[in-house]
């Protein structure tokens, strides 16, 4: 077994050389037997072997005595433990999660904490080829792709897995030839989690129908399957997609499998089918102002681009104009103010605007849309919505334009034009309202 780990590790690149690995150790034959081979593989490999322990503190006694057996073990060989403890039934309660994720989160918090202290660190946990099991079924109940049928992969980050190609069976005949002792973590016989459940009733059934079950062939293959799709769906990317933007038409083009990648590289990792589904419907049939929301985003159609912004970020407040000053609206980064006008000055006649007196009795004011607002052009009048479905402003940025007002009277609008009615004629006083974009 040691050979066929060592071969493992050779052909994923687990343990470069120079490389310091700090094996996660909770004192179960799992964790125990990957610190013993490990240990016996050190010297041939050239690497710094570090444990660590963390106690959840969710069995009382009981895991006090996890973290002394590790030690004294530790301490014997002239191993380094790094300890940490949390705990974490109170945590779970203050998150409003469940225990087992919780525990996670603090224990993989912790092995972060010490690698980063330490440099060329992996991270080393026990899990092997039943758990690469467990997790597929769990995933398989839970609804799952290609990537979740994946199972767990052998390397994730600086996070290794050198016994994942063994079994439970194998690791406990090692300890017994080997001496290597262990502690039995009284949780493991409890139902209440569902990996127990399928560790103790489903799989005991299918390996009945097949002695011999194990996905480790299968997890590498679709694995493997799983990278040249997300390479397909990355190299699209690269060649169509400008920040969060990309072709309507180019996307719903491509095949199913790649063209689902492509959206959560670019949209989130973490999106769920539905919202995946939402996104390449709103590609292939979307009119050219709907839009999708997805967490912490709104992705919307101008015509056929799809353009992600952040959902909260595409509005501004109103703000009153002062006559005397100039003021700055962050969230568009523009700068407005009120100058003296010149009849016959050369200006830009969709950025600045020149407003009579008369018509700002109730003072200046710059807001986003709102339904309603109706611009009075040479033309006749036209609602701003129709305006900026003309001119083509993508939808995304309809409410960061602004639209000046006095009153309910909308005077002009950035970038579309001016009311007729607050145009000044001949000699009639008036004040030239000046935009430009404020410096970052």
């Known amino acids: 077994m040691l050979d066929q780990i060592e071969d493992f590790c050779l052909q994923y690149g687990l343990i470069p050389p120079g490389a310091h690995v700090l094996a996660c150790v909770s004192g179960g034959v799992d964790s125990m037997c990957m610190l013993s081979v490990l240990e016996r593989l050190r010297d041939r490999g050239g690497f710094t072997l570090s444990a660590a322990h963390f106690n959840h503190r969710l069995r009382g006694a009981e895991s006090d005595g996890d973290e002394a057996f590790v030690g004294a073990w530790c301490r014997e060989r002239g191993i380094p433990l790094y300890t940490g403890s949390g705990d974490?039934?109170?945590?779970?309660?203050?998150?409003?999660?469940?225990?087992?994720?919780?525990?996670?989160?603090?224990?993989?918090?912790?092995?972060?904490?010490?690698?980063?202290?330490?440099?060329?660190?992996?991270?080393?946990?026990?899990?092997?080829?039943?758990?690469?099991?467990?997790?597929?079924?769990?995933?398989?109940?839970?609804?799952?792709?290609?990537?979740?049928?994946?199972?767990?992969?052998?390397?994730?980050?600086?996070?290794?897995?050198?016994?994942?190609?063994?079994?439970?069976?194998?690791?406990?005949?090692?300890?017994?030839?080997?001496?290597?002792?262990?502690?039995?973590?009284?949780?493991?016989?409890?139902?209440?989690?569902?990996r127990n459940r399928l560790r103790h009733t489903v799989i005991p059934a299918l390996k009945a129908l097949n002695p011999s079950l194990n996905v480790t062939g299968m997890t590498r293959l679709l694995r493997q399957d799983e990278a040249y799709l997300a390479a397909q769906a990355a190299q699209f990317l690269r060649e169509n997609a400008t920040g969060l933007s990309v072709s309507a038409g180019k996307l719903s083009a491509l095949p199913a499998p790649v063209a689902s990648r492509a959206v959560r590289a670019l949209f989130g990792e973490k999106l769920g089918s539905a919202h995946v589904e939402a996104v390449l419907a709103l590609a292939r049939d979307g009119g050219p102002s709907d839009k999708v929301s997805l967490p912490g985003l709104t992705v919307r159609r101008e015509y056929d681009v799809l353009t992600a912004a952040p959902a909260d970020g595409d509005t501004f407040e109103e703000t009153e104009i002062p006559l005397d000053r100039p003021v700055i609206i962050e969230d568009i980064r523009l700068k407005i103010e009120c100058v003296p006008y010149e009849p016959g000055g050369i200006y830009n006649s969709l950025t600045n605007f020149p407003i009579k007196r008369d018509k700002i009795k109730a003072g200046i004011y710059v807001r986003p849309r709102r339904t309603g607002d109706v611009l009075r052009l040479p033309g006749g009048s036209r609602s701003v919505k129709k305006l900026m479905i003309d001119r083509k402003i993508p939808a995304s940025t309809r409410n960061r334009l602004p639209v000046f007002v006095s009153g309910d009277e909308v005077l002009a609008v950035y970038g579309l034009g001016q009311s007729v009615d607050s145009l000044p004629a001949g000699g009639e006083p008036a004040v030239l309202l000046k935009t430009e974009k404020a410096e970052e």
Do not use: K, Q, W
């Open 88 to 194: 974490v039934a109170l945590e779970a309660r203050r998150r409003g999660r469940g225990i087992e994720e919780t525990a996670r989160e603090l224990r993989y918090g912790f092995f972060h904490e010490v690698a980063d202290t330490l440099g060329n660190v992996r991270i080393a946990t026990a899990h092997n080829a039943g758990d690469n099991l467990e997790t597929v079924l769990m995933r398989i109940v839970r609804g799952t792709g290609l990537r979740g049928l994946g199972g767990i992969p052998p390397v994730s980050g600086r996070i290794i897995r050198p016994l994942l190609c063994v079994t439970r069976e194998e690791i406990e005949a090692y300890c017994r030839e080997n001496g290597v002792p262990h502690r039995e973590d009284s949780s493991n016989e409890s139902d209440e989690f569902v």
